[in-house]
């Protein structure tokens, strides 16, 4: 019988299934330490930034759009919104982001959601051989490819910056 530490989360266990099922490896690492920001997450992995795959999650017209941007650099909101041909998009809130993710802000994963949403992919994210993404909580993360991160998430790739 595990004890209740050693026991993974539920939502690192849906990412770990949904890298599975798409046909990826299972490269979810957990760490002691939170890692619920890119800085954070660069550091003890010791990769560059910019390498980072955040899984930023915004409301268009009420439902979510999930941006895998680099951890370099903000979001041009009003950038995204004009290549994707419509008024607006706003960041979302905590609730919102959970209930459509399953996953809690600074821990979102590029997948492993209740059901698929719409994901842009950022373009300056395909210089770095290895991606490094959130895995479903603070302390999970996981590597892939961007070729692979695209497939898997069927995501749009798309200048975000």
């Known amino acids: 019988m595990h004890k209740a530490t050693d026991m993974v989360p539920a939502p690192v266990l849906n990412v770990k299934s949904a890298l599975t099922a798409a046909g990826a490896q299972d490269t ?94 950022d373009i300056s994210l395909q210089e770095h051989p290895l991606l490094w993404a959130g895995a479903g909580d603070h302390n999970s993360m996981f590597s892939i490819s961007y070729g692979e991160l695209q497939r898997i998430t069927a995501a749009q790739p798309l200048k975000v910056r």
Not at 39 to 55: E, K, P, R, V
Not at 68 to 95: E, F, M, Y
């Open 28 to 121: 979810v690492r957990t760490f002691d330490d939170d890692v619920p920001t890119a800085a954070a997450a660069a550091s003890l992995l010791g990769c560059d930034i910019a390498a980072i795959a955040n899984s930023l999650v915004f409301e268009l017209d009420g439902t979510p759009l999930l941006i895998l941007a680099s951890g370099a650099a903000k979001v041009d909101t009003a950038l995204v919104a004009a290549s994707l041909g419509t008024a607006r998009i706003r960041r979302a809130s905590p609730d919102f982001v959970l209930e459509h993710t399953g996953q809690a802000v600074g821990g979102v994963a590029p997948l492993g959601h209740p059901r698929p949403i719409r994901t842009i992919l």
